[in-house]
């Protein structure tokens, strides 16, 4: 041993009898047999290694922002400020004042190493790398728990904290680990302080066996409501809140067609269950949390996927079986049959498609598959990203994309859809870039999707850009009789294309500019379905979304159409119009008379890509625009 870690390893123990000293451990390696301290405050600096026996720190304080090894048992009824690493080899008694910091204990024994003391230790980081801990006393931690080998067991509980601080999670576990290695019981926290409405919502089980009134009964500051599942909330009517979806028929079935009462319905690892998240039936308290009990998922976990043509399509409800958010990417990777997106319930009541990112713990989530199969979650795709149950992110961000939402006066539903353009994508459904529409529970939510080539509904279309102009068909269906408002967002990511116009699918007749305008208002009584076109144009040199003479005030406005042009007339009276189209060398193509006061008129071209000229004559005067035709 040289000289000077002599002196520094005497002036730890020489601690024990010194109740004024401070002592500042600053070498790069310490070593003591036994570290006493019943007075002195000893700082570990960060450089700084301390290694030896077992520590006792009775009434004095120590700071760690190094490193202390201990190869046997640790015993605190001081002070321990925690903001290094511990490396533990023996028991673990906290029976005084433990602040964990930022700090890590390593519990690395050889033998069962037994946490306990009459004080509950709230660590930061936990690593098991050993025989294992046995929990003789209430545990906590804020951050990760890492279980590389060995065993945690006992008859106390260790809770994941939850907070707006983050949430606990544990980390993929060692290949030696297994379910059987925990046998303790965890209870863990979900802390919410985003969701903002009383809705439904999916959620899932981080624990086995976990029964539905796991979540009801003993989550009631403040309630986590539920109606007619034999719990303490009663019932709304003979209404159930809990339900289970079903692929096969591809509807949600109440829980209690599966248990009676309902609050005894234990949920399975990987199951998604569909209930209503809110302090009662109409309200929601924020932040709201809730908490789930019971040993932890630990291993790999499959569950069966259905498809069933015509009724739910290979839509089926999935959740989250781990105490850890998963990676949407690497679960798509081990699950094949899976479409390249899944779906979130979200609180306007409607499920929301997302290509990346994480899948929270304790989330359900739907997926849509291909074919039946065993949907697979293993201990790898675990990520430590945190994630909220409420998504934060819009997909509509992504480059060459805008978000189109349906919404309505008559409550707070509302419904998205997207579409997206890049060279590669197909205007046929696939799998592996677009989302199929997954239609609301609730029947008051308005509906809204394009429509592919092969007539699949999406709610997520993906489309080539490389067309001049691109029709997409959109249906928009009231939920209710009110006054609706189709909203455009994030147009400027679009660059492939300048202008994006609805067209009425019937008529033909141009709706809106959402590059001037972004919304659009209608009226509507249920159930209806309005039929619509986004047209997506790219401009050539010279052009304007607008027409160039639209002179609206004239009541004049005319724009193309897929066979030619529309000549909108808005006058005050009944008048006489002649249209006729001329091409660049001055040639008459055709001529139209026409009575009108409020009609929208087709004229065709010749089947030609060129550019024509229409000339509108009317008691207002001639107006003439270019119109460029494919």
Not at 33 to 61: E, Y
Not at 107 to 126: E, H, R
Not at 282 to 304: C, D, E, K, L, Q
Not at 526 to 533: G, M, R, V, Y
Request: charged share 10%; net charge negative; with cysteine.
């Amino acid at each position: 041993m040289g000289k000077s870690n002599y002196h520094i390893r005497n002036r730890f123990i020489r601690a024990v009898s010194a109740c004024t000293i401070i002592v500042v451990l600053s070498a790069s390696n310490c070593l003591a047999q036994v570290m006493n301290n019943n007075g002195a405050v000893i700082t570990v600096n960060g450089s700084t290694t301390v290694a030896g026996g077992s520590l006792t720190n009775t009434s004095g304080t120590i700071s760690n922002a190094g490193t202390i090894t201990l190869s046997a048992n640790y015993l605190n009824t001081g002070n321990v400020i925690g903001n290094g690493t511990y490396n533990v080899g023996g028991n673990w008694t906290n029976s005084g004042i433990f602040t964990a910091g930022n700090s890590t204990v390593t519990f690395n024994g050889a033998s069962l190493q037994t946490l306990n003391g009459s004080v509950p230790t709230a660590f930061n980081n936990i690593t098991v790398n050993g025989s294992g801990i046995n929990l003789s006393q209430n545990t906590s931690f804020t951050k990760v728990l890492t279980l590389t080998a060995g065993t945690i067991s006992g008859s106390d509980t260790m809770t994941l904290i939850s907070n707006a601080n983050g949430d606990g999670m544990i980390a993929p576990v060692g290949a030696s680990v297994s379910q059987s290695s925990v046998t303790a019981t965890f209870t863990i926290q979900r802390f919410e302080n985003t969701r903002t409405k009383a809705n439904y919502a999916s959620l899932s089980s981080p624990v086995l066996s976990t029964t539905i009134g796991d979540w009801n009964i003993n989550n009631r500051t403040p309630k986590f409501y539920m109606s007619g599942v034999g719990g303490p909330d009663g019932n709304s009517g003979s209404y159930v809140s809990v339900k289970r979806f079903n692929e096969v028929t591809n509807g949600y079935v109440n829980i209690t067609a599966y248990t009676t009462p309902g609050i005894n319905y234990v949920i399975r690892q990987g199951e998604g269950i569909y209930l209503w998240e809110g302090t009662s039936l109409t309200a929601m308290v924020t932040p709201f949390s809730f908490n789930t009990h019971g040993r932890p998922t630990i291993g790999n976990v499959s569950i069966a996927s259905t498809y069933t043509s015509g009724k739910g399509n290979g839509f089926n409800i999935l959740g989250n079986p781990y105490a850890a958010p998963i990676d949407w990417v690497t679960f798509l990777t081990s699950n094949p049959t899976l479409q390249s997106s899944y779906y979130i319930f979200e609180q306007d009541g409607t499920w929301h498609v997302f290509s990346s990112g994480s899948i929270p713990m304790e989330q359900g989530f739907g997926v849509k598959t291909t074919s039946a199969a065993s949907i697979n979650f293993m201990e790898s795709q675990k990520t430590m990203l945190d994630a909220n149950l409420l998504r934060p992110i819009n997909p509509s961000d992504d480059v060459n994309t805008a978000t189109f939402v349906l919404s309505d006066n008559a409550n707070e539903f509302s419904c998205p859809t997207i579409v997206s353009f890049a060279p590669g994508y197909v205007k046929n459904y696939n799998p592996s870039e677009d989302a199929s529409y997954i239609e609301s529970y609730i029947e008051e939510v308005p509906k809204l999707f394009t429509v592919s080539d092969d007539k699949e509904n999406l709610m997520l279309n993906k489309l080539p850009d490389a067309d001049n102009t691109i029709d997409v068909p959109l249906t928009a269906v009231a939920g209710v009789q009110a006054d609706y408002t189709l909203t455009a967002q994030n147009l400027d990511n679009i660059t492939s294309y300048d202008c994006i116009m609805l067209i009425d699918a019937a008529t033909g007749a141009p709706l809106n500019n959402f590059k001037d305008n972004p919304t659009y208002n209608f009226t509507t009584s249920a159930p209806e379905s309005k039929n619509f076109l986004l047209r997506f144009t790219r401009l050539t040199a010279g052009q304007s979304c607008n027409p160039v003479n639209s002179n609206a005030n004239e009541g004049v406005e005319i724009y193309p159409s897929t066979s030619g042009a529309f000549v909108s007339f808005h006058l005050l009276q009944s008048e006489d119009a002649v249209i006729e189209v001329y091409n660049l060398l001055g040639q008459k193509i055709s001529t139209v008379s026409r009575t009108t006061q409020n009609d929208i008129i087709n004229v065709p071209f010749p089947a030609i890509e060129a550019v024509y000229i229409v000339r509108v004559e009317t008691k207002y005067g001639i107006f003439t625009q270019k119109v460029y035709h494919k």
